[in-house]
């Protein structure tokens, strides 16, 4: 197979020929009209095929008849490749009959072997036509990418809008972050389409939407702000774009899924500089990989997401404010009315109390009329207590004012006066210490109370606070009929809620009891819930479903 | 002669227990009943009363600002607050107003007449809590001058709690000499009542916050 290199225009020709001569002479005829051809010949079907896949060309040379391979076959080979090359039949005498077959087989010019000078003007002009068709077939295809990509933005815009509308329209954030999904994973064609949010903890992502393949194993697991991609990247508040994600670094395996390739996009969920989640969408094995103006409708997505989570959290507050205030409300009512009127009560018993106690009448007269008033006055001072105790648990911020230690009083004689226990108290001064830290063992002491007299069936307890351990302890101990802690107790109110008020403050709290020996509930708090990163003491988005 | 005492309290119920109750002590006489403050004031004006029993949340002119207004106006009328949980930071805005002392809306009510007679011999009666809790938000007399040493003694008896009349026992000197020290004091500190006077003989050491008696 002779290679041949000379000055002139480049030309990768294909020679399908049985003839070397005649080969040599339709190079040289090349040549000399100023082109530089490189040629390989083949003079059977299987070459022919073979040199067609393997090599690049620009035109193809054919004999018409020849013992192997005939121009008809030989352009069957050709349009079977999908390849749009100028084919030239050159060949020895043929019929026009013969000629007309051949153009209308798919050549593109023929040229008899005694006339070879017009095989350069052809080549040229049949090479210029197959860049024209190139050229058409490009802008063809641009057209129909454009196309597409309109769609494809129409679409996203249209989900855009449906999801701003949503976002305004509707507060219930789950179903706007299932929305987002949604349209995430269907118009960016991932497979799999997450959403995260931060948990009050500032450390936690807790998968709230997962669709796809996974959805299981991926809702039972929480991501930590900076462990795998998706945790990465929501902590370093930047979103991306990762192929081939199973090589990267960051990546974990969720449990459960096959080691597979997979592109993921995610991107954070900010509002004003603050982190409240992240959204990601994957694409499993070998498939196309997202691009970026695919990143950045990922980001719009994010960016409604945020502004739903946000408008569904200054929801919760506004709804929780209402309800403070109408506690508030509630509590002043309450203190205008009722405990004033006990008030005036017990001033009418004690008057009556003084004129009889001066009073010239029979002792047994005055026992009898003392009994009543005593009774009266016993019952002023059940009520009295009740409405303290009531108002300051419709109104938490009294506890701030009045200190963790005098409402944990009030809480005894609110326990002495209602259940007739028998309360013992040892506090000690009050602490300083952050509100949530008081709340927190203010709520603990009176569920432990309710539980005491309600369950336990206790007679005595001892409710203590002391400073312990760079810290501060609760405990309320009583002699009833005692439990087993590591049983679920439907009745007795909150004991996973006690202890969860304490972890969250950095504390713990220990449930000592057993069957008949009564029980003892010691919760401990640290001073300082903080010592490191944002806690309780800070503001912090709180996350209303 | 018995202490005339005005109850100002915008409810009825209380208005009418407090009469009730207050005369049952021979040593009081209710003069008068204000169902808010600006009654509470003209009242105080009209009666001249030796103490004033001040709710602290009413309509109209709630009770710290009648008690400034008393204070300032009538200096020989003695405002005692009196107070139920929801108003604890009242407590300590009636005192820097210049209320001598306070009592609970309880049923301790034997406290209440002692509160009153407390009240009108001049006794500063506070907790230790309500004292450091004072100290805390009132600021210091801005200028104050020296007092002599009999002035001294008179505050610090004052600050012990005592009435002018025990002040005058233990000093050997006339009740009326006392009244008059205790106003060149209250003068010299720039304050408005023996609450004050007694809140800055404890910020100076002249005494240690006394035991708890509110």
Known sequence: MGKLIDDGTPLRVLIVEDSEDDTLLILRELRRSGFAPVADRVESPEALRAALEGGQWDAVICDYAMPRLDGLAALAILAATALDLPFLVVSGAIGE???????????????????????????????????????????????????????????????????????????????VLLRIATHARELLQADDSDVYLLEADGRTLRPIVSLGNYA???????????????????????????????????????????????????????????????????????????????????????????????????????????ALEERQRLARDLHDSVSQVLYGVGLGARTAHAWLAGADIPAELKAGLEEPLDFLLSLVEEGLAEMRVL????????????????????????????????????????????????????????????????????????????????????EVQDDGVGFDPEREHPGRLGLRSMRERAAELGGHLEIVSSPGQGARVRAWVPLDPTPDGPGPGQTRASMPS | MRIRVLIADDHGVVRQGLRMYLSTDPALEVVGEAANGAEALRLAHDLKPDVVLMDLLMPVMDGIDATEAIRRELPRVEVVALTSVLEDSAVYGAMRAGAI????????ADALCQGVKAAAA?????????????????????????????????????AAGMSNREIAATLVIAEKTVRAHVSKVLAKLGVTSRTQAALHAVRTGLVSPGPDKP
């Open chain 2, 101 to 108: 002392g306070y009592l609970l809306k309880d049923t301790q």
């Open chain 1, 216 to 322: 299981e194993e991926t809702l039972a697991m929480s991501l930590e702000l900076g462990r795998g991609i998706v945790g990465s990247i929501a902590q370093s508040g930047v979103a991306e774009l990762v192929d081939h994600a199973q090589n990267d670094p960051r990546a974990v395996q969720v449990p459960g899924s096959p080691p597979e390739p997979y592109g993921i996009m995610s991107a954070p969920l900010r509002y004003r500089g603050q982190l409240l989640g992240a959204i990601s969408v994957g694409r499993l094995g070998d498939r196309e990989t997202f691009r970026p103006a695919d990143l950045q409708f990922l980001q719009s997505l994010a960016r409604q997401a945020a502004i739903a989570i946000e408008n569904a959290r200054l929801y919760g507050q506004a709804r929780r404010l209402a």
């Open chain 1, 391 to 474: 108002i300051l648990e419709l109104r938490p911020d009294l506890l701030e004012r009045q200190g963790l230690v005098a409402a944990l009083a009030q809480q005894a004689t609110a326990a002495r006066v209602r259940h007739k226990l028998d309360v013992h108290t040892a506090f000690c001064p009050e602490p300083v210490l952050p509100f949530l830290v008081k709340e927190a063992l203010y709520r603990i002491a009176q569920e432990s109370l309710t539980n005491a007299a309600m369950h336990a069936q206790a007679g005595r307890l001892e409710i203590r606070l002391a400073p312990e351990d760079e810290g501060i302890a609760l």
């Open chain 1, 97 to 175: 009959e013969v000629a007309v077959g051949a153009m209308k087989a798919g050549a593109h010019d023929y040229v008899m072997k005694d006339n070879l000078a017009r095989l350069g003007p052809a080549m040229r002009r049949e090479l210029k036509e197959a860049e024209v068709r190139r050229a058409k077939r490009r802008a063809e295809a641009e057209n129909v990418e454009l196309y597409q990509e309109t769609r494809r933005q129409a679409h996203r815009l249209a989900a855009l809008l449906e999801i701003g509308q949503d976002v305004s329209a509707t507060l219930h954030l789950p179903s």
């Open chain 2, 122 to 158: 001049g006794q500063v009666l506070m907790s230790p809590a309500v004292t450091a809790r004072l100290l805390r938000e009132v600021p210091a007399p801005p200028h104050t001058q020296p007092l002599t040493p009999r002035e001294t003694e008179v505050l610090r008896a004052l």
